[in-house]
């Protein structure tokens, strides 16, 4: 007889919208058990929990994890593993104000990983971003999983400090933790202040469209359900102490990405407004993924063109 134990995942952040996609994700191909930890700050949304809110193998704590005396209801049970989406997650607020980016992103990383060393969780998984490694120019190869931590902006640093810690866990203690770190995702649940919903959003209330700089700045694109069924396979297969970059393969100028909506939603270029650029602003991010294809069989399958088209029609049936 196999072990029939249902696995217990913790999930942090799970309001917001990677979070709430992995969920789903997750209770559609597992039968594991999933608690859902969020602060619900502005970026969390009750509804990207739709779905799965009256699911019996799905709990939810408000919760902060940067405050340890909320945390320890959230450990009432020990947990097969920690997935730590949870984080402030926009560069323009953490070019006004670091100081949240520097609680929630840092010491609540570091307030889980205290309760992986204590013997809660068999593993920890943090969602990091393609962002710590700083910006490339239009003719560098893409970054690897070696490429120097560089980050340019307080959020990116904020994440290239988690990564710092979990990795001295990992150094120090042999704890079973592993980093994730991905490309600009897009699709359900993303909030509008950021850039493809607010296009779409935008686009279709016929209002300007901002576009920083000169438009040319290139980000590599990956459809979210792609990003939570890396986060799955890593969960199973990945190595301990080990990270994993994932990406889409789909690079493309901000402008490119305007006028393609534009275009899908038959509204007018004349919606463009250039703005001024944004501080630090990294030119372009660039993910090798070969590590997770060579190693644990990965690869992203829905492309740009399938992924704006769902996340289109999630937007037109759920904007207000
Ligand atoms: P999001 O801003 O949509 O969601 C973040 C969630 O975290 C929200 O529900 C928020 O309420 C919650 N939260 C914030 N502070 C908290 C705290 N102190 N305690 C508990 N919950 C808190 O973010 P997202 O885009 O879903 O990103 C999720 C993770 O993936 C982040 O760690 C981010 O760095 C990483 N990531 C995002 C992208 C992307 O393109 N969105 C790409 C690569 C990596």
Same mark, same amino acid.
């Given at each position: 007889?196999?072990?029939?134990?249902?696995?217990?995942?913790?999930?942090?952040?799970?309001?917001?919208?990677?979070?709430?996609?992995?969920?789903?994700?997750?209770?559609?191909?597992?039968?594991?058990?999933?608690?859902?930890?969020?602060?619900?700050?502005?970026?969390?949304?009750?509804?990207?929990?739709?779905?799965?809110?009256?699911?019996?193998?799905?709990?939810?704590?408000?919760? +902060? *994890?940067?405050?340890?005396?909320?945390? =320890?209801?959230?450990? #009432?049970?020990? &947990?097969?593993?920690?997935?730590?989406? !949870?984080?402030?997650?926009?560069?323009?607020?953490?070019?006004?104000?670091?100081?949240?980016?520097?609680?929630?992103?840092?010491?609540?990383?570091?307030?889980?990983?205290?309760?992986?060393?204590?013997?809660?969780?068999?593993?920890?998984?943090?969602?990091?971003?393609?962002?710590?490694?700083?910006?490339?120019?239009?003719?560098?190869?893409?970054?690897?999983?070696?490429?120097?931590?560089?980050?340019?902006?307080?959020?990116?640093?904020?994440?290239?400090?988690?990564?710092?810690?979990?990795?001295?866990?990992?150094?120090?203690?042999?704890?079973?933790?592993?980093?994730?770190?991905?490309?600009?995702?897009?699709?359900?649940?993303?909030?509008?202040?950021?850039?493809?919903?607010?296009?779409?959003?935008?686009?279709?209330?016929?209002? +300007? *469209?901002?576009?920083?700089?000169?438009? =040319?700045?290139?980000? #590599?694109?990956? &459809?979210?359900?792609?990003?939570?069924? !890396?986060?799955?396979?890593?969960?199973?297969?990945?190595?301990?102490?080990?990270?994993?970059?994932?990406?889409?393969?789909?690079?493309?100028?901000?402008?490119?990405?305007?006028?393609?909506?534009?275009?899908?939603?038959?509204?007018?270029?004349?919606?463009?407004?250039?703005?001024?650029?944004?501080?630090?602003?990294?030119?372009?991010?660039?993910?090798?993924?070969?590590?997770?294809?060579?190693?644990?069989?990965?690869?992203?399958?829905?492309?740009?063109?399938?992924?704006?088209?769902?996340?289109?029609?999630?937007?037109?049936?759920?904007?207000?």
């Amino acid at each position: 007889m196999g072990d029939y134990r249902q696995k217990e995942i913790l999930v942090t952040g799970g309001a917001g919208f990677i979070g709430s996609n992995f969920i789903e994700y997750m209770l559609n191909h597992t039968s594991y058990n999933i608690t859902n930890v969020d602060k619900l700050t502005y970026a969390g949304n009750m509804i990207n929990t739709k779905s799965f809110y009256t699911n019996s193998r799905y709990r939810f704590f408000q919760c +902060d *994890i940067a405050n340890n005396e909320q945390l =320890k209801g959230v450990f #009432d049970k020990n &947990y097969d593993a920690i997935i730590n989406f !949870a984080a402030e997650t926009h560069v323009d607020r953490s070019i006004k104000n670091a100081a949240p980016f520097i609680e929630t992103n840092i010491k609540g990383t570091f307030n889980l990983l205290n309760y992986v060393l204590h013997g809660k969780a068999d593993q920890f998984i943090q969602i990091s971003t393609d962002e710590v490694y700083g910006s490339l120019n239009e003719i560098e190869p893409s970054f690897t999983e070696n490429s120097p931590l560089s980050p340019n902006n307080p959020y990116s640093a904020s994440k290239a400090s988690a990564d710092l810690l979990v990795r001295s866990y990992y150094q120090t203690y042999h704890l079973p933790v592993m980093i994730t770190r991905c490309s600009n995702n897009f699709g359900p649940h993303q909030h509008t202040e950021k850039f493809i919903p607010k296009i779409i959003h935008h686009a279709l209330q016929d209002k +300007d *469209i901002p576009l920083y700089g000169d438009g =040319k700045n290139i980000r #590599d694109w990956l &459809y979210v359900e792609d990003h939570c069924r !890396a986060i799955y396979m890593v969960l199973e297969h990945g190595k301990p102490g080990e990270i994993y970059n994932i990406g889409g393969a789909c690079e493309k100028t901000n402008k490119e990405v305007i006028l393609f909506i534009l275009d899908i939603l038959g509204k007018s270029t004349d919606l463009i407004r250039y703005v001024t650029d944004r501080k630090g602003h990294d030119r372009r991010y660039s993910i090798n993924y070969e590590k997770i294809n060579y190693q644990i069989g990965w690869r992203p399958t829905v492309s740009f063109e399938d992924g704006i088209e769902q996340t289109i029609a999630w937007y037109k049936n759920n904007l207000g």
